[in-house]
Nanobody, 117 residues
Framework: QVHVVESGGGSVQPGGSLRLSCTAS????????MGWYRQAPGKERELVAS???????TYGDSVKGRFTNTMDLGKNTMNLQMTNLKSGDTGVYYC???????????WGQGTQVTIST
């Protein structure tokens, strides 16, 4: 079982920046990919960004050009640098770690990001 912990959420004004971090407890050799998802009130959870261990990156359309996702396998961490934040970026951000021989998904508890004036 992979233990997943997110950090770095908070509240900023539109146009501001935040950096989220995710740390996984599993040995790095077994991590296949990591991803960020967010859920706004009344909406379904959506993909924000994901990254595979070969550094292939995927971004949701609404965050392309504003968010940068990186992974450090040596530290079992993934970092999401978010810039030019908008009110639509508000939500709870969850980290997903896919690992193991059968690629099990493990989720963190989430971290709140609020963009408001």
């Amino acid at each position: 079982q992979v233990h997943v912990v997110e950090s770095g959420g908070g509240s900023v004004q539109p146009g501001g920046s935040l950096r989220l971090s995710c740390t996984a407890s599993k040995n790095t050799f077994s991590i296949h990919s990591m991803g960020w998802y967010r859920q706004a009130p009344g909406k379904e959870r959506e993909l924000v960004a994901s990254i595979i261990r070969d550094d292939t990156r995927t971004y949701g359309d609404s965050v392309k050009g504003r968010f940068t996702n990186t992974m450090d396998l040596g530290k079992n961490t993934m970092n999401l640098q978010m810039t030019n934040l908008k009110s639509g970026d508000t939500g709870v951000y969850y980290c997903r770690v896919r690992a193991g021989v059968i690629l099990n998904d493990c989720w963190g508890q989430g971290t709140q990001v609020t963009i408001s004036t």
